[in-house]
């Protein structure tokens, strides 16, 4: 039949749609068309009454609702008319809303039974409405998960809710202030607006929830961390996603559970899946669990000393789903101060569990250590700071730490005055000069000179020394008094740094005048060349030139200059002496 469109069942006769007129055709309607006296295809009433009716019909069968966006173009495909490809549906359907009281009463009845939205606010609303009803037919109330959507098939929900973010949705209304308007009509459904009084997921989730876990794991013991996977299959769609160790926490601690807030109407069915009420009379976790994190505790360090910080990593596959994230550092010190467990501490000493106190513990490990350190370097070698053992007596003689305790540590021959005793033991320091000689040839250690904590070239008791400062005290007669013979009889040269640089410079002048002259000058510049058989080997590199410049014309070692006069050096009065021989 010419002149109608067919898509599957529906015929409809297009003389109807394309015309202003009854009876009469006209050019068909595709997009923007220029206005006519004649035609009045702009007005509201010819809209109404032309594409309009067919466009929403063709719209609701393949969408299922008839909320036209209004950027909708009618796309060039089947099943839409051929004739009618191109027109903006959109723009007409906003054009006729905001038109709506010119349209007549007939017009009107036309349009409503095609399906038009008038209002979007009134359909997103109702759309929310249904969606809400049918959640709380199937749930028995309306506390939605933030994170829950519209499974897609379902037959349960109509169709034009499939996929809908019906929790954001319900989440927006209730803390945003979305559609305040129509509150009263989402509260005769039994939606909240106090976010305080309403928990996030209805018990019948939190049940199901519970079971899944159970049904996993065997027990009810849920960690503080757990959160129900997006895609674990063991659990309904509804409730992945849910941070169920959470959930869990907050019915067994949180004030307002326990004293009339949520789920308290509840609190009857929880207890009979074992969950208890008073947060002060039990601990966070069952004896069992604590016992199976120690042991894999052990599994992995071989011990039970537990840090005071330490917390099992959420995701670490050495211990069991149910003890991941446990405070297992904060668990055994209120064991050690009898606080929990008590029943138990006979079961944790057998296991081999430290139940002293830390304090108590950490001494006792320093006063072994310092023995077996004894036995292996003898009475009195001194612990170097360098050691940890060494940083940690430092920490005890000198720092005031474990003060209740110092009597023990006297008893192994520890000191507690860091002036009467040096850093080092002798040994360790010439052990430390022997190896600085053997690398640069001399004992003349610089003042800033510190042995590098990985310098192969020296024995690992002496990495980290202060060479130089120790060798500066020496001279200053302030430390290792009774080995200074011995010292000295090495060849460490123990003058004082000034004098013994008078003494290098007065030698290499005298090199210099050997070599070269008695009347020659030295060049500013001049510097002891390495390796030179005319200079000591202490004096290879010295800047000699700079430093006798200095001497003669900058009065440099000024107490010196009859020193230096000795050796040919003509050296300038000083300003001071100057003005006095003036």
């Known amino acids: ?27 068909p309607v595709i997009g923007k068309q220029p206005r006519s006296k004649t035609s009045g295809a702009s007005t509201p009433a010819t809209l109404a009454t032309e594409t309009i009716p067919l466009l929403l019909d063709v719209f609701r069968k393949l969408y299922h609702h008839a909320n036209v966006p209004t950027a909708f173009v009618v ?29 007549s009463p007939a017009q009107k009845e036309q349009l409503n039974k095609a399906g038009m939205v008038w209002s979007n606010e009134e359909y997103q609303v109702g759309r929310i409405e249904r969606g809400l009803t049918t959640y709380k037919a199937m749930y028995g109330d309306v506390r939605i ?11 349960r929900w109509d169709r034009d809710l499939w996929d809908m973010k019906l929790g954001l949705a319900v989440l927006s209304i209730r803390h945003n202030g979305g559609f305040e308007a129509h509150w009263s009509r989402f509260e005769a459904l039994g939606l909240t607006f106090d976010r305080w009084n309403e928990p996030q997921y209805p018990f019948a989730l939190v049940r199901q929830a519970l079971e899944s876990f159970y049904g996993r794991y065997g027990h009810y013991e849920v960690p503080r961390t757990y959160e ?45 899946l074992g969950l208890t009420f008073d947060r002060w009379n039990e601990p966070l976790y069952p004896f069992a669990l604590v016992r199976q994190a120690l042991e894999s505790f052990h599994g992995r360090y071989g011990h039970y ?43 944790l000493e057998a296991m081999g569990v430290p139940l002293k106190p830390r304090k108590e513990l950490m001494v006792d490990r320093i006063c072994e250590a310092v023995r077996r350190y004894r036995r292996v370097y003898g009475e009195k070698k001194r612990i170097p700071r360098a050691y940890k053992l060494g940083s940690a007596i430092n920490m005890v003689r000198n720092e005031g730490v474990y003060e209740a305790h110092r009597s023990r540590f006297e008893a192994l021959g520890l000191t507690f005055d860091r002036w009467k005793e040096p850093q080092y033991p002798f040994a360790l320091v010439r052990q430390a000069l022997e190896s600085f000689y053997g690398r ?40 290792y008094t ?30 210099y005048r050997r070599e070269y002259g008695e009347k020659k000058r030295i060049p500013r510049t001049y510097k002891v060349p390495e390796e030179s058989s005319s200079y000591p080997r202490e004096l290879w590199g010295l800047a000699l030139g700079r430093v006798v410049y200095d001497i003669c014309k900058r009065g440099a070692y000024a107490d010196y200059r009859d020193r230096f006069e000795a050796v040919g050096l003509n050296v300038e009065a000083s300003a001071d002496e100057r003005e006095a021989s003036s």
């Open 1 to 27: 039949m010419r002149g109608v469109w067919r898509h599957g069942s529906l015929v409809v006769p297009l003389r109807r749609y394309l015309s202003t007129d009854e009876g009469k055709d006209t050019a």
């Open 440 to 479: 640069y040839g001399h004992y003349e250690v610089p003042r800033s000179y510190v042995v590098a904590a990985d310098d192969a070239a020296y024995a690992e008791p002496v990495r980290g020394m202060k060479l130089g400062q120790i060798v500066s005290c020496i001279i200053q007669q302030s430390t």
């Open 145 to 155: 998960p933030h994170l829950f959507v519209v499974p897609h098939g379902d037959g």
């Open 482 to 511: 009774e080995h200074r013979g011995e010292l000295e009889a090495m060849g460490v040269p123990l003058i004082p740094r000034k004098e013994l640089m008078v003494d290098r410079i007065c030698e290499a002048v005298r090199c």
């Open 228 to 272: 129900v996977a997006a895609d674990d299959a063991a659990y309904a769609v509804s409730v992945r996603g849910m941070k169920l160790g959470q959930i869990v926490q907050n019915i067994i601690h949180d004030e307002r559970v326990r004293n009339g807030g949520a789920y308290e109407a509840h609190r009857s069915r929880f207890e009979a």
């Open 75 to 103: 796309p060039a495909e089947e099943p839409w008319p051929q004739e009618l490809h191109g027109d903006r549906l959109g723009k007409r359907i906003d054009y006729l809303r905001s038109s709506k009281k010119r349209l």
């Open 305 to 347: 000393e537990v840090p005071q910080t330490y917390v099992v990593a959420a995701d670490d596959a050495a211990y069991a789903v149910p003890v991941r994230g446990m405070k297992l550092g904060p668990i055994v010190s209120n064991i050690i101060h009898d606080s929990m467990y008590a029943e138990h501490r006979g079961e």
